[in-house]
Protein backbone atom coordinates (compact mmCIF):
# COMPACT_ATOMS: atom_id res chain seq x y z
CA UNK A 1 0.00 0.00 0.00
CA UNK A 2 1.37 3.67 -0.79
CA UNK A 3 0.87 6.55 1.40
CA UNK A 4 1.57 9.94 -0.01
CA UNK A 5 1.83 13.01 2.47
CA UNK A 6 1.16 16.30 0.23
CA UNK A 7 2.72 19.70 0.44
CA UNK A 8 5.05 19.58 4.10
CA UNK A 9 7.02 22.63 2.87
CA UNK A 10 9.00 22.34 6.48
CA UNK A 11 9.97 18.42 5.68
CA UNK A 12 8.55 17.63 9.09
CA UNK A 13 6.61 14.73 8.58
CA UNK A 14 9.43 12.77 7.18
CA UNK A 15 11.00 12.90 10.75
CA UNK A 16 7.63 12.30 12.94
CA UNK A 17 7.65 9.60 15.06
CA UNK A 18 3.81 8.55 14.07
CA UNK A 19 4.92 8.09 10.67
CA UNK A 20 6.53 4.70 11.98
CA UNK A 21 3.79 1.98 12.13
CA UNK A 22 3.07 3.17 8.56
CA UNK A 23 6.78 2.42 7.15
CA UNK A 24 6.64 -0.48 8.35
CA UNK A 25 3.08 -1.60 6.12
CA UNK A 26 3.44 0.93 3.62
CA UNK A 27 5.43 2.86 0.93
CA UNK A 28 5.25 6.67 2.38
CA UNK A 29 6.28 9.33 -0.20
CA UNK A 30 6.84 12.99 1.70
CA UNK A 31 6.54 15.82 -0.82
CA UNK A 32 7.93 19.09 0.72
CA UNK A 33 7.17 21.44 -2.61
CA UNK A 34 4.32 23.31 -3.76
CA UNK A 35 2.32 20.86 -6.91
CA UNK A 36 2.44 23.73 -10.22
CA UNK A 37 -0.73 22.29 -11.35
CA UNK A 38 -3.92 20.08 -11.12
CA UNK A 39 -1.87 17.19 -13.18
CA UNK A 40 1.18 17.11 -10.86
CA UNK A 41 -0.85 16.55 -8.01
CA UNK A 42 -2.34 13.77 -10.06
CA UNK A 43 0.97 12.46 -11.18
CA UNK A 44 2.32 12.59 -7.31
CA UNK A 45 -1.24 10.74 -6.27
CA UNK A 46 -0.85 8.01 -8.70
CA UNK A 47 -1.07 4.72 -7.05
CA UNK A 48 -1.54 6.26 -3.34
CA UNK A 49 -4.03 4.45 -1.69
CA UNK A 50 -4.30 7.00 1.36
CA UNK A 51 -3.24 10.82 1.24
CA UNK A 52 -2.48 13.19 3.77
CA UNK A 53 -2.66 16.77 2.84
CA UNK A 54 -0.60 19.01 5.40
CA UNK A 55 -3.60 21.72 6.14
CA UNK A 56 -5.31 22.89 3.35
CA UNK A 57 -3.13 23.93 0.25
CA UNK A 58 -4.48 21.60 -1.99
CA UNK A 59 -7.70 22.12 -3.54
CA UNK A 60 -9.22 18.60 -3.96
CA UNK A 61 -12.02 19.62 -6.49
CA UNK A 62 -14.40 17.74 -8.63
CA UNK A 63 -11.89 17.80 -11.06
CA UNK A 64 -9.32 16.59 -9.08
CA UNK A 65 -11.13 13.86 -7.29
CA UNK A 66 -12.07 12.42 -10.53
CA UNK A 67 -9.04 11.57 -11.75
CA UNK A 68 -8.10 9.45 -8.17
CA UNK A 69 -10.78 7.70 -7.81
CA UNK A 70 -7.96 4.73 -6.63
CA UNK A 71 -7.82 6.57 -3.43
CA UNK A 72 -9.70 5.04 -0.26
CA UNK A 73 -8.96 7.52 1.94
CA UNK A 74 -7.73 11.32 2.11
CA UNK A 75 -6.86 11.74 5.59
CA UNK A 76 -6.94 15.72 6.55
CA UNK A 77 -4.56 17.04 8.91
CA UNK A 78 -6.79 19.38 11.30
CA UNK A 79 -10.35 19.83 11.14
CA UNK A 80 -11.06 22.01 8.01
CA UNK A 81 -12.59 20.40 4.91
CA UNK A 82 -13.55 23.93 2.62
CA UNK A 83 -10.66 23.01 0.19
CA UNK A 84 -12.20 19.37 -0.36
CA UNK A 85 -14.98 18.91 -1.94
CA UNK A 86 -16.67 16.42 -0.04
CA UNK A 87 -20.05 15.91 -2.28
CA UNK A 88 -17.56 14.93 -5.10
CA UNK A 89 -15.31 12.50 -2.78
CA UNK A 90 -18.74 10.78 -2.07
CA UNK A 91 -19.89 10.54 -5.43
CA UNK A 92 -16.25 8.46 -6.53
CA UNK A 93 -16.23 6.60 -3.43
CA UNK A 94 -13.25 8.69 -1.56
CA UNK A 95 -13.47 8.14 2.13
CA UNK A 96 -12.47 11.51 3.99
CA UNK A 97 -11.52 11.83 7.47
CA UNK A 98 -10.65 14.88 9.54
CA UNK A 99 -8.84 15.51 12.77
CA UNK A 100 -11.25 15.94 15.85
CA UNK A 101 -11.33 19.80 17.39
CA UNK A 102 -9.76 18.34 20.68
CA UNK A 103 -6.48 19.79 20.24
CA UNK A 104 -7.38 22.76 17.96
CA UNK A 105 -6.75 25.43 20.60
CA UNK A 106 -3.07 24.99 19.79
CA UNK A 107 -3.58 26.21 16.00
CA UNK A 108 -6.35 28.97 16.88
CA UNK A 109 -3.79 30.61 19.57
CA UNK A 110 -1.14 30.28 17.24
CA UNK A 111 -3.43 32.22 13.92
CA UNK A 112 -4.76 34.85 16.61
CA UNK A 113 -1.01 35.58 17.91
CA UNK A 114 0.07 35.58 14.30
CA UNK A 115 -3.16 38.57 13.71
CA UNK A 116 -1.75 40.33 16.49
CA UNK A 117 1.89 40.47 15.49
CA UNK A 118 1.01 41.76 11.69
CA UNK A 119 -1.11 44.49 13.23
CA UNK A 120 1.37 45.34 16.19
CA UNK A 121 4.49 45.66 13.24
CA UNK A 122 1.84 47.79 11.07
CA UNK A 123 0.51 50.46 13.27
CA UNK A 124 3.71 50.63 15.63
CA UNK A 125 6.34 50.23 12.45
CA UNK A 126 7.95 47.66 13.87
CA UNK A 127 9.79 46.97 10.58
CA UNK A 128 10.11 50.39 9.81
CA UNK A 129 12.02 51.34 12.83
CA UNK A 130 14.41 47.98 12.88
CA UNK A 131 15.56 49.03 9.56
CA UNK A 132 16.36 52.98 11.10
CA UNK A 133 18.37 50.93 14.17
CA UNK A 134 20.14 48.39 12.41
CA UNK A 135 21.26 51.34 9.92
CA UNK A 136 22.31 53.14 12.79
CA UNK A 137 19.20 56.05 13.18
CA UNK A 138 17.30 56.90 15.55
CA UNK A 139 13.14 58.15 16.08
CA UNK A 140 11.85 59.18 12.47
CA UNK A 141 7.99 59.36 12.85
CA UNK A 142 5.42 58.59 15.62
CA UNK A 143 3.83 55.42 16.01
CA UNK A 144 -0.09 54.63 16.21
CA UNK A 145 -1.57 53.28 19.08
CA UNK A 146 -4.60 50.56 19.51
CA UNK A 147 -6.96 52.18 22.03
CA UNK A 148 -10.11 54.02 21.33
CA UNK A 149 -9.50 52.54 17.52
CA UNK A 150 -12.32 50.71 16.09
CA UNK A 151 -11.36 46.83 15.35
CA UNK A 152 -13.56 45.43 13.05
CA UNK A 153 -13.97 41.26 12.70
CA UNK A 154 -15.17 39.70 9.36
CA UNK A 155 -16.00 36.11 10.62
CA UNK A 156 -16.29 36.41 14.54
CA UNK A 157 -15.86 32.45 14.90
CA UNK A 158 -13.76 30.57 16.35
CA UNK A 159 -10.39 32.23 15.61
CA UNK A 160 -12.31 36.10 15.11
CA UNK A 161 -13.55 35.63 18.19
CA UNK A 162 -10.33 35.14 20.18
CA UNK A 163 -9.09 38.66 17.99
CA UNK A 164 -12.19 40.38 18.87
CA UNK A 165 -10.77 39.72 23.42
CA UNK A 166 -7.73 40.72 22.60
CA UNK A 167 -9.07 43.81 20.53
CA UNK A 168 -10.88 44.73 24.15
CA UNK A 169 -8.03 44.23 26.02
CA UNK A 170 -6.24 46.81 23.60
CA UNK A 171 -9.38 49.24 24.65
CA UNK A 172 -10.72 49.10 21.29
CA UNK A 173 -14.00 49.39 20.18
CA UNK A 174 -14.77 45.86 17.96
CA UNK A 175 -17.03 45.36 15.53
CA UNK A 176 -17.87 42.48 13.50
CA UNK A 177 -19.83 40.65 10.60
CA UNK A 178 -20.59 37.51 9.22
CA UNK A 179 -24.02 35.98 7.30
CA UNK A 180 -24.79 34.35 10.80
CA UNK A 181 -24.07 36.57 13.54
CA UNK A 182 -27.01 36.91 15.93
CA UNK A 183 -27.31 39.85 18.82
CA UNK A 184 -26.91 36.97 21.07
CA UNK A 185 -23.66 35.68 19.80
CA UNK A 186 -22.40 39.33 19.34
CA UNK A 187 -23.03 40.05 22.94
CA UNK A 188 -21.78 36.78 24.56
CA UNK A 189 -18.28 37.06 22.55
CA UNK A 190 -18.35 41.14 23.70
CA UNK A 191 -18.77 42.64 19.76
CA UNK A 192 -21.29 45.16 18.27
CA UNK A 193 -22.86 43.38 14.90
CA UNK A 194 -23.48 45.65 12.70
CA UNK A 195 -23.61 44.95 8.53
CA UNK A 196 -20.46 44.24 6.45
CA UNK A 197 -20.79 47.83 5.03
CA UNK A 198 -20.62 49.48 8.18
CA UNK A 199 -17.85 47.40 9.08
CA UNK A 200 -15.76 47.96 6.18
CA UNK A 201 -16.25 52.35 6.81
CA UNK A 202 -16.00 52.64 10.40
CA UNK A 203 -12.85 50.44 11.32
CA UNK A 204 -9.64 51.36 11.07
CA UNK A 205 -8.24 47.46 11.63
CA UNK A 206 -10.27 45.26 9.92
CA UNK A 207 -9.39 41.67 10.40
CA UNK A 208 -10.73 38.66 8.06
CA UNK A 209 -11.63 35.63 9.51
CA UNK A 210 -13.62 33.47 7.05
CA UNK A 211 -13.50 30.11 4.86
CA UNK A 212 -12.37 30.46 1.05
CA UNK A 213 -15.26 28.96 -0.55
CA UNK A 214 -16.07 29.41 -4.40
CA UNK A 215 -18.65 32.31 -2.75
CA UNK A 216 -16.01 33.84 -0.90
CA UNK A 217 -13.33 34.38 -3.83
CA UNK A 218 -12.34 37.59 -4.21
CA UNK A 219 -14.97 38.77 -1.22
CA UNK A 220 -12.93 42.10 -0.59
CA UNK A 221 -12.73 44.04 -3.94
CA UNK A 222 -12.62 47.21 -5.12
CA UNK A 223 -16.12 48.24 -3.86
CA UNK A 224 -15.11 47.12 -0.41
CA UNK A 225 -11.75 48.70 -0.80
CA UNK A 226 -13.86 52.49 -1.94
CA UNK A 227 -15.26 52.16 1.69
CA UNK A 228 -12.45 51.56 4.00
CA UNK A 229 -11.18 54.90 6.03
CA UNK A 230 -7.94 56.19 4.20
CA UNK A 231 -5.95 55.60 7.64
CA UNK A 232 -7.34 51.60 7.68
CA UNK A 233 -5.19 48.46 7.75
CA UNK A 234 -6.16 45.30 6.52
CA UNK A 235 -5.15 42.02 7.58
CA UNK A 236 -5.89 38.59 6.39
CA UNK A 237 -4.78 35.37 7.80
CA UNK A 238 -7.69 33.30 6.94
CA UNK A 239 -7.03 32.62 2.92
CA UNK A 240 -5.37 34.78 0.37
CA UNK A 241 -8.12 34.47 -2.63
CA UNK A 242 -10.47 35.77 -0.34
CA UNK A 243 -8.90 39.66 -1.21
CA UNK A 244 -9.11 40.31 -4.87
CA UNK A 245 -5.26 40.86 -5.37
CA UNK A 246 -5.54 43.73 -8.41
CA UNK A 247 -8.00 45.69 -6.11
CA UNK A 248 -5.50 45.51 -3.13
CA UNK A 249 -2.66 46.38 -4.84
CA UNK A 250 -4.75 48.94 -6.59
CA UNK A 251 -5.92 50.17 -3.08
CA UNK A 252 -1.82 49.88 -1.50
CA UNK A 253 -0.04 51.91 -3.80
CA UNK A 254 -2.57 54.68 -4.34
CA UNK A 255 -3.18 55.57 -0.33
CA UNK A 256 -6.65 54.19 -0.25
CA UNK A 257 -5.70 52.50 2.50
CA UNK A 258 -2.90 52.84 4.99
CA UNK A 259 -1.64 49.42 5.03
CA UNK A 260 -2.13 45.30 5.25
CA UNK A 261 -0.93 42.40 6.61
CA UNK A 262 -0.79 39.07 5.56
CA UNK A 263 0.05 35.45 6.49
CA UNK A 264 -2.05 34.34 3.18
CA UNK A 265 -1.46 34.43 -0.61
CA UNK A 266 -3.35 33.58 -3.66
CA UNK A 267 -0.02 31.72 -4.65
CA UNK A 268 2.32 30.23 -2.28
CA UNK A 269 4.58 31.19 -1.88
CA UNK A 270 4.35 34.12 -3.90
CA UNK A 271 6.46 34.88 -6.84
CA UNK A 272 9.96 36.73 -5.52
CA UNK A 273 9.12 39.45 -7.88
CA UNK A 274 5.51 40.00 -6.74
CA UNK A 275 4.97 43.22 -6.16
CA UNK A 276 3.17 43.16 -2.53
CA UNK A 277 6.94 42.39 -1.83
CA UNK A 278 8.23 45.70 -2.61
CA UNK A 279 5.57 48.00 -1.11
CA UNK A 280 6.47 49.79 2.09
CA UNK A 281 3.03 49.75 3.67
CA UNK A 282 2.84 45.56 4.06
CA UNK A 283 4.10 43.11 6.52
CA UNK A 284 4.24 39.66 5.16
CA UNK A 285 4.58 36.60 6.87
CA UNK A 286 5.33 33.32 5.26
CA UNK A 287 1.83 31.20 6.44
CA UNK A 288 2.96 30.47 9.50
CA UNK A 289 0.37 31.42 12.03
CA UNK A 290 -1.31 28.17 13.11
CA UNK A 291 2.00 26.49 11.84
CA UNK A 292 3.96 26.12 15.39
CA UNK A 293 5.63 22.98 16.21
CA UNK A 294 2.71 22.32 18.51
CA UNK A 295 0.28 22.81 15.98
CA UNK A 296 1.77 20.48 13.49
CA UNK A 297 2.29 17.53 15.78
CA UNK A 298 -1.51 18.13 17.42
CA UNK A 299 -2.69 18.15 13.34
CA UNK A 300 -0.59 15.14 11.79
CA UNK A 301 -0.23 12.53 14.20
CA UNK A 302 -4.07 12.14 14.81
CA UNK A 303 -4.28 12.23 10.16
CA UNK A 304 -1.94 9.07 10.03
CA UNK A 305 -3.82 7.47 12.89
CA UNK A 306 -6.82 7.62 11.34
CA UNK A 307 -5.03 6.22 8.04
CA UNK A 308 -4.05 3.21 10.42
CA UNK A 309 -7.67 2.87 11.64
CA UNK A 310 -8.56 2.59 8.19
CA UNK A 311 -6.17 0.04 7.10
CA UNK A 312 -7.09 -2.32 10.59
CA UNK A 313 -10.85 -2.08 9.21
CA UNK A 314 -11.79 0.15 12.03
CA UNK A 315 -12.33 3.70 10.19
CA UNK A 316 -13.02 6.55 12.71
CA UNK A 317 -13.20 9.74 11.85
CA UNK A 318 -14.96 9.61 8.74
CA UNK A 319 -17.19 12.54 7.38
CA UNK A 320 -20.75 11.92 7.39
CA UNK A 321 -23.44 12.84 4.96
CA UNK A 322 -24.44 15.51 7.47
CA UNK A 323 -21.08 16.97 6.84
CA UNK A 324 -21.38 17.47 3.59
CA UNK A 325 -24.78 18.68 3.81
CA UNK A 326 -23.55 21.50 6.40
CA UNK A 327 -20.43 22.40 3.76
CA UNK A 328 -23.22 23.73 1.20
CA UNK A 329 -24.98 25.69 3.49
CA UNK A 330 -21.86 27.59 4.62
CA UNK A 331 -20.65 28.16 1.43
CA UNK A 332 -24.33 29.32 0.72
CA UNK A 333 -24.43 31.79 3.48
CA UNK A 334 -21.87 33.93 2.01
CA UNK A 335 -22.76 36.16 -0.72
CA UNK A 336 -20.40 37.53 -3.75
Not at 229 to 247: C, H
Not at 305 to 310: K, Q, Y
Amino acid sequence: MRVVVLEDYLNYASNAPCLRPLRECCEVIVYDKPAASEEENVTRMAGADFVIPVRNRVHFSDSLLSRIRHVKLISQTGPWLSHIDLAAAAKYGIAVARCPDDGDEVVKTGTTEQTWNLILALMRDTELNQRVMREGGWQIRPSRGLAGKTLGIIGPGRIGSRVAWVGSAFEMRVLAWSPSLTQDRAKAIGVVAVSLDELLSQSDVISIHIPLTDRTRGFIGKREFGLMKPTAILINTSRGAIVDEAALLEALQTGRIAGAGFDVYHKEPPPKDHPLRSLPNVVMQPHMGGYTEEGFYWKFAPAVENVIAFIEGRPQNLVTSEEVARQAQREARYLT
